[in-house]
T-cell receptor, first 114, second 119 residues
Framework: ETGVTQSPTHLIKTRGQQVTLRCSSQSGHNTVSWYQQALGQGPQFIFQYYREEENGRGNFPPRFSGLQFPNYSSELNVNALELDDSALYLC?????????????FGPGTRLTVL | AQKVTQAQTEISVVEKEDVTLDCVYETRDTTYYLFWYKQPPSGELVFLIRRNSFDEQNEISGRYSWNFQKSTSSFNFTITASQVVDSAVYFCALSEAALDQTGANNLFFGTGTRLTVIP
């Protein structure tokens, strides 16, 4: 196990609703990245947070937003949910130091939008 | 632009057979990192290996081995004497040099190869 936890495990929402997913990073890590994995696909990078600020973003609309807290935990918020938002959402934590920072993944939150 | 291609969608092998998972990547960067992850049914991505673009030395770790060839932009993964516990989806991923040299790199994944090992 990586020490990265996510909640909830599963979630069902209806189209148009808003959702908040949570991630607790591994102890000592200061960076959190979020990925969306649609069924049968590889994970896609949503964004990354470092020192409570967004630092890098993939090709996702503004209705995907996030927060990082002083304890380095993070939230992913999605507004105006669409059916295509149904996916496994993975967070990964890392410690920013040097030229590369290994990412450790949590178990994911499976979101179903009806 | 970055791209990772895993042409094999699904592979089935009988236990104890060897199996090779293919990965081809595209990048314009001269410095990059390549990865293999395993995703069992539980969903958590399990890190297997990381290689940087300057290190083409092939690696063996137990039953796992990796063949990195820059000339063909390939980073293939072989499991020797496969076991039922190897059944999972395997992802190849690419990370380019840090966006702003502070480590804000992210991972670009292929679509994965589902490996089924039959007892």
């Amino acid at each position: 196990e990586t020490g990265v936890t996510q909640s909830p495990t599963h979630l069902i929402k209806t189209r148009g609703q808003q959702v908040t997913l949570r991630c607790s990073s591994q102890s000592g890590h200061n960076t959190v990245s979020w990925y969306q994995q649609a069924l049968g696909q590889g994970p896609q990078f949503i964004f990354q947070y470092y020192r409570e600020e967004e630092n890098g973003r993939g090709n996702f609309p503004p209705r995907f937003s996030g927060l990082q807290f002083p304890n380095y935990s993070s939230e992913l918020n999605v507004n105006a949910l669409e059916l295509d938002d149904s996916a496994l959402y993975l967070c990964a934590s890392s410690l920013r130091q040097g030229s590369y920072n290994e990412q450790f993944f949590g178990p994911g939150t499976r979101l179903t939008v009806l | 632009a970055q791209k990772v291609t895993q042409a094999q969608t699904e592979i089935s092998v009988v236990e104890k057979e060897d199996v090779t998972l293919d990965c081809v990547y595209e990048t314009r960067d001269t410095t990059y990192y390549l990865f293999w992850y395993k995703q069992p049914p539980s969903g958590e991505l399990v890190f297997l290996i990381r290689r940087n673009s300057f290190d083409e030395q092939n690696e063996i770790s137990g039953r796992y081995s990796w063949n990195f060839q820059k000339s063909t932009s390939s980073f293939n993964f072989t499991i020797t004497a496969s076991q039922v516990v190897d059944s999972a989806v395997y992802f190849c991923a690419l990370s380019e040099a840090a966006l702003d040299q502070t480590g804000a790199n992210n991972l670009f994944f292929g679509t994965g190869t589902r490996l089924t090992v039959i007892p």
